[in-house]
């Protein structure tokens, strides 16, 4: 069945390095993906909307020199975490078609 | 006007009662409203939606009761079980639910059933 697939589960970096994360749908194609951010005991807070083939919709106040989409594939969407400093942990998750990603848990050390 | 406002914040239920979680949303142009179920750790899952077009949908134990005059709607976990012992969210999109819309969260309800 139709499934997003987040990769990695967690990640630990330290400042001033970037992270990648990706978002795949499997078993189904997803022009468009959505990429939240969850702090602990908050709800989901949209970051941007990834469209396949042009550039992303950042929510007022996401910095998108520093979170950087690319949505190459109707299967693929990855969120690049530049520059990353201890204020970016978090956990991220991508959404497609109403599903969502298992997340993925950055540490920035 | 964007806001999905959910109540209450925690709740506690004793095995085999109700859990009853409460939303209200402001804007009259949202027609597509979800409940997700959140466990530590892990991403959302969609439990159950509801169009404004019907007042009430039920997925086994699940229930949403929908009134779309006092733009409100609620979850009901019928006979709630430990293993429900999560964090929900409620949701509310515009165009009809359709997979390029954006959903906006409520603010979650963490629900502990005790054994």
């Known amino acids: 069945g139709a499934v997003v697939s987040q990769h990695p589960s967690w990640v630990i970096c330290k400042s001033g390095t970037s992270v990648k994360i990706e978002c795949r749908s499997l078993d189904f194609q997803a022009t468009t993906m959505f990429w939240y951010r969850q702090f602990p005991k908050q709800s989901l807070m949209l970051m941007a909307t990834?469209?396949?083939?042009?550039?992303?919709?950042?929510e007022q106040g996401v910095e998108k020199d520093k979170f950087l989409i690319n949505h190459a594939s109707l299967t693929l969407s990855t969120l690049t975490v530049t520059s990353a400093h201890p204020e970016d942990s978090s956990f991220y998750i991508c959404?497609?078609?109403?599903?969502f990603g298992s997340g993925t848990r950055l540490t920035v050390v | 006007q964007q806001q999905v406002k959910q109540s209450p914040q925690s709740l506690i239920v004793q095995k085999g009662g109700i859990s009853i979680i409460n939303c209200a949303y402001e804007?009259?142009?949202?027609?597509?409203f979800p409940w997700y179920q959140q466990f530590p750790g892990k991403g959302p899952a969609l439990l159950i939606a509801?169009?404004?077009?019907?007042s009430e949908k039920k997925e086994g134990r699940f229930t949403i009761s929908f009134n779309k005059s006092a733009k409100q709607f609620s979850l009901h976990i019928m006979d709630s079980q430990p293993g429900d012992s999560a964090t929900y969210f409620c949701a509310a999109s515009k165009g009809n639910g359709g997979a390029t819309n954006k959903l906006i969260f409520g603010t979650g309800t963490l629900l502990a059933v005790q054994p």
């Open positions: 804007n009259t142009a949202f027609d597509y």
């Open positions: 509801i169009r404004p077009d019907v």
């Open positions: 990834s469209n396949e083939g042009s550039k992303a919709t950042y």
């Open positions: 959404s497609a078609r109403r599903l």
